[in-house]
């Protein structure tokens, strides 16, 4: 895919322009310290503040790498204005998906990699190397077929699965491993434990994924609420 449009230019988009290397690459990045920093790196063709700002043209795929909350909409504006473009987004937890008419055009993704960082500065063009995507069950052949194509050849491998299995699935892997974290760290500093200076690295380690946005994680949490609290509850069945 030649001509790409990704919106939001945080820690992941910025990896995925990265990892893209073309220089028919644009960028829409609302956030003028985010702008500023793109602008300075030249990592894309242009940049612009809005997707008003981008006018008419015609892009094979447009990545959508915003917040969860403002995913939806910006899937509704970008489908009506380029009706013939592939659209994916990113996001961790899927749920809030299933209340809306999704677009024909449109096909979901997950990477599988990530940091606690985020923003452009800590991009890293190699992060999808050997990392899993899952893409969202689709019944458009010619949809999954480009998705797949598009993430293979930025070096990730694809699984599919349907949004049910995949919530689960991420709930047990990666939404739960954050949730315990952030509330681990809270009881720590309620207890006034310095544990930055005495606790050894296995501990820093589980602690590390407190240092993720946590209103980004937030919406995750709520957004997944139902599988977190199926796993609460398994835990607290083998802590009795």
């Known amino acids: 895919m030649k001509n790409i449009l990704i919106i939001g230019s945080g820690f992941m988009?910025?990896?995925?322009?990265?990892?893209?290397?073309?220089?028919?690459?644009?960028?829409?990045?609302?956030?003028?310290?985010?702008?500023?920093?793109?602008?300075?790196?030249?990592?894309?063709?242009?940049?612009?503040s809005s997707l008003d700002e981008v006018g008419d043209r015609e892009?094979?795929?447009?990545?959508?790498?915003?917040?969860?909350?403002?995913?939806?909409?910006?899937?509704?504006?970008?489908?009506?204005?380029?009706?013939?473009?592939?659209?994916?987004?990113i996001s961790s937890s899927k749920n809030f998906l299933k209340k809306y008419n999704m677009p024909e055009n449109f096909i979901s993704s997950h990477p599988?990699?990530?940091?606690?960082?985020?923003?452009?500065?800590?991009?890293?063009g190699e992060l999808f190397k050997n990392k899993e995507v899952i893409v969202i069950s689709n019944p458009n052949k010619f949809l999954s077929e480009k998705?797949?194509?598009?993430?293979?050849?930025?070096?990730?491998k694809v699984t599919y699965m349907d949004i049910d299995e995949h919530?689960?699935?991420?709930?047990?892997?990666?939404?739960f491993p954050h949730y315990f974290s952030f509330i681990y760290k809270k009881i720590l500093e309620e207890e006034k434990i310095d544990y930055k200076r005495l606790s050894g690295d296995s501990l820093k380690e589980i602690l590390?994924?407190?240092?993720?946005?946590?209103?980004?994680w937030d919406e995750i949490f709520s957004d997944n609420k139902e599988n977190l609290d199926f796993l609460v509850e398994k835990v607290n069945k083998y802590l009795k």
Do not use: M
Not at 114 to 124: E, F, I, W
Not at 208 to 216: P, Q, T, V
């Open 13 to 48: 988009g910025t990896s995925i322009a990265l990892a893209v290397g073309n220089r028919n690459t644009l960028c829409v990045e609302e956030h003028a310290p985010f702008k500023d920093f793109l602008i300075e790196r030249d990592i894309y063709k242009n940049i612009y």
């Open 59 to 89: 892009f094979d795929l447009i990545i959508i790498c915003s917040r969860q909350k403002s995913v939806p909409d910006k899937i509704n504006e970008v489908s009506k204005k380029y009706p013939s473009s592939i659209i994916t987004e």
């Open 112 to 124: 599988i990699c990530g940091s606690h960082n985020t923003g452009p500065q800590y991009s890293d």
């Open 147 to 156: 998705i797949e194509l598009f993430w293979n050849s930025i070096g990730a």
């Open 167 to 175: 919530n689960k699935i991420y709930a047990f892997l990666s939404h």
């Open 208 to 216: 590390r994924l407190s240092e993720s946005d946590k209103d980004l």
